[in-house]
């Protein structure tokens, strides 16, 4: 939230993810990923046509209240979630050396979600896009699981 002044608070304007971006290939580390307090954190490397996400193939994001997942990326992309079920955004926009919340919603117990990182589209990338969508299709780690 933005404040304006003493009486007024904004919403943060979100950019959608681009319809003609490229979903990237992803894989994980293997390595169980810190958390902050008790709030999952996963760092994201984007290279040109690949994405390493730091955290193992299955991730439990606690049953205590107020969760969220905190995730940082080295370079601009969003997330999107799949289902959208198990955070309060359907997706979350990240920025370079920035790092976003996607909360979880307090109701939601027994759920998983994956998601796809979209880059903005570039020249390599369009060539790749094709490729990578079809590998994307198939449901690959990480998944974030809500106990």
């Given at each position: 939230m933005t404040?304006?002044?003493s009486t007024a608070t904004l919403l943060?304007?979100?950019?959608?993810p681009p319809a003609d971006g490229t979903d990237l290939m992803m894989s994980t580390t293997g390595e169980a990923?810190?958390?902050?307090?008790?709030n999952l954190v996963l760092q994201i490397d984007l290279d040109r046509d690949s994405v390493k996400v730091h955290c193992q193939d299955t991730e439990h994001v606690g049953t205590h209240k107020q969760r969220c997942v905190l995730f940082s990326a080295n370079k601009h992309c969003w997330l999107i979630f799949t289902p959208q079920s198990v955070f309060t955004e359907d997706y979350v926009e990240l920025q370079?050396?920035?790092?976003?919340?996607?909360h979880v919603l307090d109701e939601t117990k027994q759920a998983q979600t994956h998601f796809v990182v979209r880059a903005?589209?570039?020249a390599k990338a369009a060539k790749m896009g094709k490729m990578a969508k079809t590998a994307m299709d198939a449901?690959?780690?990480p998944v974030i699981v809500v106990p």
């Open positions: 404040t304006v002044d943060e304007a979100r950019t959608a990923a810190p958390r902050d307090g008790k370079e050396g920035e790092t976003a919340r996607a903005p589209k570039t449901k690959r780690p």
